[in-house]
């Protein structure tokens, strides 16, 4: 199983969980079945020497080469583990950025309304070779948008993108307090729902708010200390939303892993589009 920590460009910040990302083991085979030069490779920096930074690459790390053999012919794998079912394919195309409001500081947004409670999947257990993996943990994007953002006739949505046709990607208007952060930190929630309702136990979960990433990985825990008051004294605004999303992460290791918005990932550029589709739709719909 590839771990694909090295793969993430520079530019993107990573805020880790319980666990923290792992080394490799040694004496394992990489496969290339597409990249600059497909092929099996006996280090991961030749592995990723071909892959990084390729559209749609597909790699994996196996035990033996006759393996990652199988894997780049599209044959049989000799022995059908468990563990050679996973899939660690990433992809990683050019797309075209294009623009959507950013977020607004919280300072600027209304104090929170009484929240609905979203609905949670009742799609029943997916296989896991319907995932993507990075080593053993499954990854998910997720993005929220809003138009006409602190204004009242203000449109929210929130994007789930777990991959290509996924059965789990969403696209839904946002309930409730129509802003930006609050669809960000409802997406991020979203995600979370879904993922322990497929007893996924581990999850990396790229998003290009770092409010919500810094939001849950640091300031909850002074929040909580302090009555849910800033450091001012003042009254955290989108405090349910936080709450809802503190809950939703006890039991589930989660990376928390910043992505720069329309920057080329695949990902991200669709978790966007899922957002703004969800923001066209009725409150009443969703």
């Known amino acids: ?30 496969a290339v079945k597409r990249g600059r030069k ?8 030749e592995c990723q020497a071909q892959v990084n930074r390729f559209p749609a690459a597909r790699f994996k790390k196996f035990a033996t080469e006759d393996e990652a053999w199988a894997f780049v012919r599209n044959t049989a794998s000799p022995d059908h583990s468990t563990e050679q079912k996973k899939k660690s394919d990433t992809e990683d195309p050019k ?7 950013r977020e607004s500081s919280d300072e600027e947004e209304e104090p929170c309304s009484k929240l609905t409670k979203q609905n949670t999947d009742s799609v029943p257990l997916l296989s896991k070779d319907t995932f993507s993996y990075m080593g053993d943990a499954a990854v998910v994007y997720t993005d929220g948008c809003c138009s006409s953002n602190g204004r009242r ?12 046709d ?48 810094n939001g849950i990985t ?3 825990k002074d929040w909580k200390k302090n009555g849910w008051k800033t450091s001012t004294g003042k009254d955290v605004i989108n405090k349910e939303d936080f709450v809802k999303l503190d809950k939703l992460i006890q039991g ?15 990902g991200n550029e669709e978790a966007d589009r899922l957002a703004r589709e969800g923001a066209k739709k009725s409150q009443e719909s969703t």
């Open 218 to 220: 640091s300031w909850v």
């Open 153 to 164: 006739k203000a449109r929210a949505g929130i994007g789930v993108y777990w991959g290509p």
């Open 38 to 45: 497909t092929g099996v490779f006996p280090t991961w920096s």
């Open 166 to 213: 996924h059965p789990l990607n969403v696209g839904d208007r946002l309930r409730g307090r129509q802003t930006n952060q609050r669809a960000e930190i409802h997406a991020a929630c979203k995600a979370i729902e879904q993922a322990k309702n497929q007893n996924i136990s581990k999850l990396v979960l790229y998003t290009d708010s770092m409010f919500t990433i």
């Open 95 to 101: 797309v075209k950025p294009h623009k959507r409001p």
């Open 1 to 30: 199983m590839l771990r694909l920590w090295a793969a993430v460009p520079k530019v993107v910040a990573v805020a880790f969980g319980r666990c923290g990302p792992r080394r490799l083991s040694a004496g394992m085979f990489y």
């Open 252 to 266: 589930i290791d989660i990376k928390w892993v910043h992505v720069p918005g329309h920057s080329g990932f695949a």
